[in-house]
C-alpha cells in the first residue's frame, strides 16, 4: 500500500459511485424487477401466539381463480435453521410460536389474489398456553416453547438451564464479589430497554426464478448473499451449487436483513410454480414477521475509589429472544462482553440470559447487544458521578482506556483515541460552560447535557477480494460484500483506487453475486470498510508487486526498482522518463507473457483472542472480536415542564474510526445514527398487547422526522490509525447510535434532576417522573 | 376504466381499476418505478410525485382521479442525463445513503424550491419533516436542499 494517497481518492468525501442512478429513480430495489411470467407471492401469519397446527386445508384457497400454488410447513423437508440454534423452519410445522409466525404461503398470478387467498387457507390450531414475559417465562410451569430445545443443533458451546432460557453467556475478570470491600461508593440499578424495529424504509423482499437446469437465481435485498444461499440450500435441501443469490439494491438494512427475509418462502413457491415468484413484505407484515431489538432489562453494579478511579462492575441481564434463537446467542454474547466499557476495571463479571417468549423474534439491529448494555452501564456511570459529586465526563476521562491497555479478556488495544475522542467533545460542546453555567432555557423548559461513552467492535469472520487489471488499466473489484446505503461500494473502490494510485473511475464495483463473488461473510458488525477493506488493499496489493514485475521484464531491471506513480502508471525509481501506463503492462501481460494480473487475498479476521488464563468466558459464542472502536457522544435537551416531551437541540458524536476514508460517508454513518438512537430513546417502542403487536404501522410506530432532530448534529471524526486496518481505517457503521440513549437520560438528569431508568423517555414517562421528584 | 394520464409532459391511456392507486399505475403499468411504496398509508413519503406541481402521496391518491392532471415522476424531473438543482445537490452533499426515500425527498425538495426561492433552515426542516428517511439523520438532506436554493437564480 502506498504511503500517499492520489487525490479523487483516499481520504476525500466523493460522491457515492451509485448516487446518479438514486437521485434519478433509476436504482433497481427488488420489488422493481419484474420477470416474464412472474407470479406474486403472499405469506400467511399464525393468528394466534403459541399452538399446535391439528390440520391443515389448502382446497378452498387452490379454488380460486388464479392461484397457482399453496405450501404449508408441514409440506416442507424438516430442515432447520438458524444462525446459532437450529431451532426454526422456513414456514412452522407442528407449531406455531407467535403471532405473525409464517406458517403458509401463497403464489398468483397478482398480489390481489396471493392475499385473498391467504384468507382461504383454513388451518386448524390447538392453542396452547402463552407466556409473554421474560420473568413469567422462567418460572416452573410455564409454557414451553420449544420442547427438543436440548436436541437442536448448536454452532457454538451453547450453555443454558432454566425454562425457556436458550442461551446464557459469563464473562468474569479479577474477583468482583472481594472487590466491594475497596470500593467507597457503590451504585446499582435495573435499566430497562424497549424492543426497537429497524423499520427500514424498503420492506423485506425476495424474487426467484429457476432455469432448465434446475437452478435458481434469488434476487433479494440482504445484507448477504452467501448467508442466503447457504440458507437457502439448508432449508430446502437444495445443493449450493444450484442457488445463486444476487442482491439488488437495499433500502436500508441496519441489522434486519442480516437473516433470511422471504427469500427461501419465494425458493419454494418458485420450485412448486415452475415460474418466477416475486414476495414482498407489506409494511404491517414486516413489523409483525420479521426481527426487532432485543428488549433487555440489565442490573448493572459499579463500584469506585473515592477520587473516582472504578475497581469494580457487576452485570446481570435478560434479553427478551422472542419464539426464536435467531442471532441471540451472539446478541447476548457481545452484550455482555460490552459489558465493562472502555473503561480501567480490574474486576468484572457479566452475565446475560436470552429466554423465548410467544413473540416476534429478537436479532441483529445495529449495535448487536451493545445499545442495552451501554444504556444501563454509562446510565450507571451518571449516578455514580453523581454520587461522588464528580463531573461526569471528568470520571469518564479518569478512567478511559487508553493505548496499551487491555480489553476484558486481555486483548490489548494499541490504537484508542477515546480520551481525544472527550476532549474534542468537551471543546466543541463547550461542556463545562453548557454544564455548569447553562443558556437560560426558552420559557417553559428545563435544559441540560448529558454525555456517554461507547465501544464496539469492528471485525468478525471470513471475507475475500479478487482485484483485476483490465487490457486498458482500469481494474475490476470484486468483493461480493452488500452496500445496504452505508457506502462500502464507494469506500472499498477508493481502498482499491487508493493502493494503485488510480482516479476513483477507474475502479469497477462488482455487484454481488454468488456466481461471481468470492465469500464475504455479511455486511454487519461495523466489518465492511475494516475487514473488506483489508481484502481490498491486501489484493490491490498483489495487483501492484504483479504489475511491476511484468514492468520489470519490459524494462530490464529488477522489480524491487520499480513504483507505483500516480494515475496509474509504473515508473523506474528515480528515472522520471521511465515509465509505463498500466495498460500497456496489461496489454503485454494480457497477450504477451505472464497472463493477466489478477490479485486475491482472502482471509479470516485473526486479531488475538481472548486469554482463559486471564478472564473466564462460558457460553460467549466468539473467540474474538475485531478492532476496538471507541466514542464518546453529548447531547444537549430541553424538556417542556407542561407536557414532559424531551427534544434535543444539539448533539456532538466523537467516533475514533483510525482513518476515515470518505469522511463524507464517515460523517452520514454518524448522523444516521445519532439519529435512530435519538428515535430509541425517545418515541421508539414495539408494543404488544397479550402476543399482538399493536403497532406495526409507521402511524403508530413513529420513527423521527426532519422536525424531531436537530439539525444540529456535529460529527467529530478522530483518526487514531489502527495498524491492522487499510490505510489505518476501522468502523463506524453503528457506533453513532450507541451512546445516544445513555446520554439523553444523563441530561435529562442533569436537566430535572430525574434519573430515569426505562427507555423510551417518553413525555409521559419523563412527566410522571418529574412529578414524582417534586 | 379508461383513463388518459399526462406522466412527465407524455400522454398514456391506461386501463385503470377504480381502486387502483396512482402509485401501483405509475409502478406496474408505466413501469415507473423510481417512485417508491413505503408504507401505504400517506406517512413516510417514499411515494411522493408532483400533481399540478404540488407534492401529493401516490399510496393516496387514486389513479382514476388524476386524468387532466399534470403528474411528474422522480424520472421527469432530470434534463436529460443533466441533473436538476436538487439532484445535483442531494449527490453533492452526500444526502443519499440507502436511496430509498431519496425520489421522494427530491420531489418534495423541488416543489418548495418553486414555491420559495431562499427556504430559510426551518421552512426546509418544515417542509421535508413529512417525508421519512432512516439513514441520514436529515443533516445533509437539509444541507443538499439548501444548496440547492442558493444556486437557483433569484
Known amino acids: 500500500m502506498s504511503a500517499q494517497s492520489p487525490a479523487n481518492a483516499v481520504g476525500q468525501g466523493v460522491p457515492r459511485l451509485e448516487v446518479r442512478e438514486k437521485v434519478f429513480g433509476q436504482a433497481q430495489y427488488v420489488d422493481d424487477m419484474v420477470r416474464p411470467r412472474m407470479l406474486h407471492g403472499a405469506v400467511l401469519g399464525s393468528p394466534i401466539p403459541h399452538g399446535r397446527i391439528k390440520s391443515f386445508d389448502k382446497s378452498r384457497a387452490l379454488a380460486l381463480p388464479g392461484v397457482k400454488a399453496v405450501i404449508v410447513g408441514p409440506e416442507l423437508p424438516a430442515h432447520h435453521l438458524g444462525a446459532f440454534i437450529k431451532d426454526e423452519t422456513a414456514l412452522a410445522r407442528e407449531k406455531v410460536r407467535y403471532i405473525g409466525d409464517p406458517v403458509a404461503a401463497v403464489a398468483a398470478v397478482d398480489l390481489a389474489t396471493a392475499r385473498k387467498a391467504l384468507g382461504l387457507i383454513d388451518i386448524e390450531y390447538e392453542e396452547l398456553p402463552a407466556v409473554f414475559d421474560v420473568d413469567e417465562a422462567q418460572k416452573p410451569g410455564a409454557p414451553l416453547l420449544h420442547e427438543n430445545y436440548e436436541k437442536y443443533v448448536k454452532v457454538y458451546p451453547a450453555e443454558f438451564s432454566g425454562r425457556n432460557v436458550l442461551t446464557i453467556s459469563t464473562v468474569s475478570e479479577g474477583n468482583v464479589d472481594q472487590a466491594w470491600a475497596q470500593c467507597d461508593v457503590i451504585v446499582e440499578g435495573v435499566y430497562e430497554s424497549p424492543a426497537q424495529a429497524h423499520a427500514y424504509l424498503e420492506t423485506n423482499g425476495a424474487l426467484a426464478e429457476f432455469d432448465a437446469a434446475g437452478k435458481v437465481t434469488v434476487w433479494s435485498c440482504t445484507q448477504s448473499i452467501f448467508k442466503m444461499q447457504a440458507a437457502i440450500s439448508e432449508a430446502l435441501g437444495l445443493p449450493m451449487a444450484k442457488i445463486r443469490a444476487i442482491a439488488t439494491r437495499v433500502g436500508g438494512g441496519f441489522g434486519g436483513k442480516s437473516e433470511p427475509g422471504t427469500q427461501i418462502i419465494a425458493v419454494m413457491l418458485a420450485q412448486a410454480t415452475g415460474r418466477p415468484v416475486k414476495v414482498i413484505l407489506s409494511r404491517d407484515e414486516d413489523f409483525t414477521m420479521m426481527r426487532v431489538r432485543h428488549p433487555a432489562k440489565v442490573r448493572v453494579k459499579t463500584g469506585a475509589k473515592k477520587d473516582g478511579t472504578l475497581v469494580a462492575r457487576e452485570f446481570d441481564a435478560v434479553y427478551d429472544a422472542g419464539a426464536y434463537a435467531d442471532e441471540s446467542p451472539g446478541v447476548v454474547g457481545f452484550g455482555v462482553l460490552m459489558a465493562r466499557g472502555p473503561y480501567r476495571v480490574p474486576h468484572v463479571k457479566s452475565v446475560g440470559r436470552g429466554v423465548y417468549t410467544n413473540k416476534l423474534r429478537t436479532g441483529a439491529f445495529r449495535g448487536f447487544g451493545n445499545p442495552q448494555t451501554a444504556f444501563a452501564s454509562e446510565a450507571n456511570l451518571d449516578d455514580l458521578a453523581a454520587k461522588l459529586g464528580m463531573d461526569p465526563l471528568d470520571l469518564r476521562l479518569k478512567n478511559a482506556m487508553r493505548p496499551g491497555d487491555t480489553w476484558v479478556g486481555g486483548q490489548k488495544v494499541e490504537a484508542c483515541g477515546l480520551v481525544e475522542c472527550l476532549e474534542k467533545l468537551r471543546k466543541q460542546s463547550d461542556w463545562d460552560k453548557r454544564r455548569n453555567s447553562p443558556a437560560p432555557a426558552k420559557p417553559g423548559k428545563k435544559r441540560g447535557i448529558g454525555v456517554a461513552c461507547l465501544s464496539h467492535i469492528s471485525g468478525v469472520l471470513a471475507t475475500s477480494a479478487i482485484v483485476r487489471l483490465l487490457e486498458d488499466g482500469s481494474f475490476s473489484l470484486n468483493t461480493g460484500a452488500v452496500d445496504i446505503g452505508q457506502g462500502s461500494d464507494t469506500t472499498l473502490a477508493q481502498i482499491c483506487a487508493g493502493s494503485l494510485r488510480v482516479p476513483l473511475e477507474r475502479v469497477n464495483l462488482v455487484n454481488p453475486d454468488t456466481d461471481a463473488s468470492p465469500y464475504n461473510w455479511g455486511t454487519g458488525a461495523s466489518r465492511v470498510t475494516y475487514t473488506v477493506g483489508r481484502a481490498v488493499a491486501s489484493a490491490s496489493d498483489s495487483v501492484a508487486e504483479q504489475i511491476k514485475q511484468r514492468a520489470s521484464i519490459i524494462f530490464e531491471c529488477a522489480p524491487a526498482d520499480l513504483e507505483l506513480r500516480e494515475g496509474g502508471m509504473v515508473g523506474v525509481k528515480g528515472v522520471p522518463g521511465k515509465v509505463l501506463p498500466y495498460g500497456a503492462v496489461a496489454g503485454f501481460s494480457h497477450f504477451v507473457v505472464g497472463g493477466p494480473i489478477i490479485g486475491t487475498t482472502a482471509l479470516m479476521f485473526d486479531g488475538p483472542g481472548f486469554d482463559p488464563k486471564r478472564a473466564l468466558l462460558r457460553g460467549v459464542p466468539f473467540s474474538n472480536l475485531g478492532a476496538y472502536v471507541f466514542g464518546a457522544q453529548a447531547v444537549e435537551i430541553e424538556i417542556d415542564e407542561v407536557t414532559g416531551k424531551v427534544e434535543v437541540i444539539e448533539a456532538w458524536s466523537a467516533h475514533d474510526v483510525g482513518k476515515a476514508i470518505n469522511p463524507q460517508s464517515v460523517e452520514g454513518q454518524i448522523q444516521g445514527g445519532v439519529v435512530q438512537g435519538i428515535g430509541y430513546a425517545l418515541t421508539e417502542s414495539v408494543e404488544w398487547d397479550g402476543g399482538r403487536v399493536v403497532n406495526p404501522t409507521f402511524m403508530d410506530y413513529k420513527i423521527p422526522g426532519a422536525l424531531d432532530v436537530p439539525y444540529a448534529i456535529h460529527p467529530i471524526i478522530v483518526e487514531h490509525p489502527e495498524a491492522s486496518g487499510p490505510f489505518g481505517a476501522k468502523g463506524v457503521g453503528e457506533p453513532g447510535l450507541i451512546g445516544v440513549g445513555p446520554a439523553i437520560r444523563n441530561a435529562i438528569a442533569h436537566a430535572v434532576g430525574v434519573r430515569l431508568s426505562v427507555m423510551p423517555f417518553s413525555a409521559e414517562r419523563v412527566w410522571t417522573a418529574m412529578r414524582g421528584a417534586a | ?154
Open chain 2, 1 to 154: 376504466m379508461q383513463v388518459e394520464l399526462n406522466v412527465n409532459g407524455e400522454q398514456a391511456s391506461l386501463m385503470l381499476d377504480a381502486r387502483q392507486t396512482l402509485l401501483d399505475a405509475l409502478r406496474v403499468q408505466l413501469g415507473l418505478t423510481g417512485t417508491k411504496l413505503g408504507c401505504n398509508q400517506g406517512v413516510c413519503g417514499a411515494c411522493t410525485v408532483l400533481i399540478d406541481g404540488k407534492p401529493a402521496r401516490s399510496c393516496l391518491v387514486l389513479a382514476a382521479g388524476c386524468g387532466g392532471r399534470k403528474i411528474v415522476t422522480i424520472e421527469g424531473i432530470a434534463d436529460g442525463a443533466k441533473p436538476s438543482a436538487v439532484q445535483q445537490a442531494f449527490i453533492e452533499t452526500g444526502a443519499v445513503q440507502c436511496g430509498y426515500c431519496t425520489p421522494g425527498m427530491i420531489l418534495t425538495a423541488e416543489a418548495l424550491l418553486r414555491k420559495r426561492k431562499r427556504p430559510g433552515l426551518d421552512e426546509i426542516r418544515e417542509a421535508m419533516s413529512g417525508n421519512l428517511c432512516r439513514c441520514s439523520g436529515y443533516a445533509k438532506i437539509i444541507d443538499a436542499v439548501k444548496l440547492a436554493s442558493e444556486r437557483v437564480p433569484a
